[in-house]
């Protein structure tokens, strides 16, 4: 009896090595290996963002005013490109673009979602929503917020591209993570954020929208996908 219980032991021993070693290989055959950043390294964002479009023209002489809510050293460990300009149009109103690309979306190095960054550097959180911006190429899944540092007022719109995936809020930028992650890619990820000083907020998306669809539509077509993902990430046709 002894001998038999023995023999089962050994068995069930060997069974978990079994099933531990085919975990572990299974484990290494998933592990991304294949970066997305190395396909668009020779992008340059502060290149391909247009100066001048439509009603608007950069405005430098006030590039200062855009505030980025995190610290140098974190933007500099999570973002190989930060571009932030200043756009002013002919009535004299001023929107704020930065966008913070970084080339490993894995979970420790992922874009920052404003949502997070900003009360993290004392602004308070006043309202989040998600909205679909409008454009010629489909409509933009985005998120509102509206924050406030003192007596300064910044309603935001931003997006972010996670590989050819355009995702809001954590959920989205997981599920794209590990949708990549299955198919042994790390992606790349882009942070879109646009934002005005007002304390009309209403009249400041309104505006937003209009600079968004512009701007969209002013990028070169052989780089639109970099900013606004494949268009099926877009909602081709909805309100």
């Known amino acids: 009896m002894s001998s038999l219980n023995a023999r089962t032991n050994l068995l069930r021993?060997?069974?978990?090595?079994v099933l531990l070693s085919g975990s572990a290989g299974l484990a290494v055959a998933m592990k991304p290996s294949r970066y997305m950043a190395q396909e668009n390294a020779a992008v340059e964002y502060a290149r391909l963002i247009p100066t001048q479009f439509g009603e608007w023209r950069e405005d430098s002489a006030v590039a200062t005013s855009v505030v980025n809510p995190q610290q140098k050293a974190l933007l500099d460990t999570l973002y190989s490109q930060l571009v932030s300009r200043v756009y002013v149009n002919k009535e004299g109103r001023r929107i704020?673009?930065?966008l913070a690309y970084g080339g490993d979306q894995s979970r420790d190095t992922q874009v920052h979602k404003p949502e997070v960054c900003y009360p993290a550097q004392g602004f308070e959180l006043?309202?989040?929503?998600?909205?679909e911006i409008k454009t010629p190429y489909g409509s933009i899944p985005s998120m509102r917020l509206l924050t406030r540092l003192g007596a300064r007022v910044e309603p935001v719109t931003y997006w972010i591209r996670v590989?050819?995936?355009?995702?809001?809020g954590s959920l989205e930028q997981n599920a794209a993570r590990l949708?990549?992650?299955m198919k042994g890619v790390v992606p790349?990820?882009?942070?879109?954020?646009?934002?005005?000083?007002?304390t009309d907020s209403d009249s400041s998306y309104r505006?937003?929208?209009?600079?968004?669809?512009?701007?969209?539509s002013n990028v070169d077509s052989k780089f639109r996908n970099l900013i606004v993902g494949k268009p099926d990430s877009l909602s081709v046709g909805s309100n």
């Open 13 to 17: 021993a060997a069974l978990v090595a």
């Open 188 to 198: 790349d990820g882009l942070l879109i954020r646009i934002s005005e000083i007002s």
């Open 207 to 216: 505006l937003q929208d209009q600079f968004v669809s512009e701007f969209v």
């Open 179 to 181: 949708k990549f992650g």
């Open 126 to 131: 006043l309202g989040q929503k998600k909205v």
């Open 163 to 168: 590989g050819d995936s355009i995702v809001r």
């Open 96 to 98: 704020m673009l930065s």
